[in-house]
């Protein structure tokens, strides 16, 4: 199973199809999907609604199989569930018994492993994601950006290769949003990892990404494939940036393309 | 960076009148010095005391025979006299309640997790027991005399058969109430079956798996009660059927009196419980 592929690359994925088979007949949710990832790359995909987006995040963790063509992390071909992705959902999906700090310790507690050391690191973690102060406190007394910086801190705790978010903001009101955008850019730049990113917003893709993917809607592939030249550390001000505003129209018009708004 | 925001949301509208004094509070009522959790207390006891003062008001002035219907002192009268041998009755059907109530748990809740489990299960089984819950399974009482005598085993597995189905249903929903990606997180993450049922699936169905229980316990009661209407030699149920036998009414009033404090206190266990358990789980 575990075939040794490319080592360079972080992700790829090759004629990657998937069908589901429902009662009313065989449902398109990925045509065919092509693209490699380099490692440490952030990498967006952007799309309307039901592209298939989610779908093809949920093959890349393992978490759906694939029916034609072939996905790998580092190299080796994924055929189950990939223990080192971290993984945000746009539900924070905390559980509500549990305190801040144990919801991060969550995925290592899951396999039986938590040691002094996961403790420790899950400690710098939630100092990272400025929520220390409420380490004890259940996720119904936090905001919902506060939850979702849980949920991140929770992402990186097993410190996984690759990062996969799939809507991780798009509950939030447009403000807390925008300041979780920040914060995740922020972090980010702390930690390098191979990120995919999935989306609906087009400045959020541009702010947070090294790479946007843009996604059509039947067939659902690739239809773009834009770098973002912004360098690094990001801060707000980069959206004055002329070149900001063409990249945005640009990916707007391609979506536009896909769904047909003239 | 997420495009329009809308600048009448900051507009400073409430600023002013937020400053303003708060209006006195309106509706003054005669029970108004009564608040909070007094209030929830004492009203349902007032209500409760004019009820029972109506029933003795109208059996004195109506001079109601105590063989139709005796005032409530005159159950409370029989029911001084008559309560060692009325709680000598209680025990077997407390103990029977009890039975069918912890075998409906232990029965309901592995019944729920196979369900759970196992896809086919789910599918060949949970259809049928949504329909057996449509059934008024009191009807099927008398099969248990006959497949299992007039011992206490027919009474507690009639018990059982009445009150398992609302644990089964409880605790499967809690069971599945579990966001499918966070179920998605324990796979990825690693997690086996077994810690995912401990860690997860057990607790999000703690406040479901309560009602269940709430409503077992009481069809717990009703079952093992019919039981003894049809084959006991003692218990309180048997109690009330030889007392209407007799035209003995207070005595049949002074049995549902020990019946129901045996109840309430049986339902005071698991919501206390429940209190316990949802100070953990709770969300």
């Known amino acids: 199973m575990l075939a040794q592929v490319e080592t360079f690359k972080a992700i790829t994925a090759a004629r990657v199809r998937k069908v589901y088979e429902t009662p009313s007949g065989p449902v398109e949710a990925v045509a065919e999907v092509d693209f490699e990832i380099a490692r440490g790359d952030f990498v967006s995909i952007l799309g309307p609604s039901g592209c298939g987006k989610s779908t093809l995040m949920l093959m890349i963790a393992g978490l759906e199989s694939t029916t034609s063509g072939a996905i790998t992390l580092d190299g080796l071909q994924v055929s189950g569930p990939q223990t080192d992705a971290g993984m945000m959902f746009q539900d924070p999906t905390l559980l509500p018994w549990r305190s801040v700090l144990d919801n991060v310790l969550f995925p290592i507690d899951m396999r039986g492993a938590v040691s002094s050391e996961s403790r420790t690191r899950a400690e710098s973690l939630l100092r990272m994601v400025d929520l220390w102060a409420f380490r004890d406190k259940r996720p119904r007394e936090l905001s919902g950006g506060m939850r979702q910086r849980v949920a991140l801190a929770r992402a990186l705790v097993n410190d996984p290769r690759i990062l996969l978010m799939d809507e991780p903001f798009s509950a939030l009101d447009a403000i807390t949003r925008d300041e979780m955008g920040y914060a995740l850019a922020r972090i980010w730049d702390t930690t390098r990892k191979t990120a995919i990113f999935i989306t609906h917003s087009i400045r959020e893709a541009i702010f947070l990404s090294d790479r946007v993917l843009v996604m059509g809607r039947r067939p659902s592939t690739i239809i773009e494939d834009v770098r973002i030249p912004f360098e690094r550390p990001r801060d707000p001000s980069i959206e004055a940036d002329p070149r900001f505003n063409e990249l945005y129209l640009h990916l707007k018009a391609s979506i536009h393309r896909t769904t047909g708004v003239q | ?283």
């Open chain 2, 1 to 283: 960076m997420n495009g329009i925001v809308n600048n009448s949301d900051l507009a400073p509208t409430s600023a002013a009148s937020a400053r303003a004094p708060l209006p006195a509070p309106s509706r003054p009522s005669r029970l108004g010095v009564l608040r909070g959790q007094a209030r929830l207390v004492v009203l349902p006891v007032i209500a409760a005391a004019l009820v029972i003062t109506g029933w003795e008001a109208v059996v004195r002035i109506k001079q109601i025979p105590n063989t139709l219907l005796p005032a409530p002192s005159a159950v409370a009268i029989r029911l001084t006299e008559t309560l060692p041998f009325l709680l000598g009755q209680a025990v077997p059907t407390t103990l029977e309640t009890i039975a069918s109530f912890l075998i409906s748990m232990v029965l309901g809740i592995s019944l729920a997790v196979l369900i759970c489990k196992s896809r086919l299960m789910r599918d060949a089984l949970y259809p049928n027991i949504v329909l057996f819950q449509l059934i008024p399974k009191i009807a099927l009482a008398p099969l248990f005399i006959v497949w299992l005598g007039i011992g206490s085993t027919s009474r507690i597995t009639f018990g059982v058969f009445i009150s398992f189905f609302p644990v089964v249903v409880a605790t499967l929903t809690g069971l599945m109430s579990v966001d499918r990606d966070l179920l998605r997180l324990c796979k990825a993450v690693g997690a086996d079956e077994s810690r995912i049922y401990a860690k997860v699936r057990f607790p999000a169905a703690v406040p479901h798996l309560f009602s269940g229980l709430k409503i077992a316990i009481t069809f717990a009661m009703i079952g093992v009660i019919v039981g003894e209407f049809i084959t006991a030699q003692a218990g309180l149920g048997y109690m009330i059927l030889f007392a209407a036998s007799q035209a003995e009414m207070t005595l049949i009033f002074a049995s549902i009196v020990v019946l129901c404090v045996i109840g309430l206190v049986l339902y005071g266990i698991i919501v206390m419980a429940e209190a316990l358990a949802l100070k953990k789980y709770g969300a």
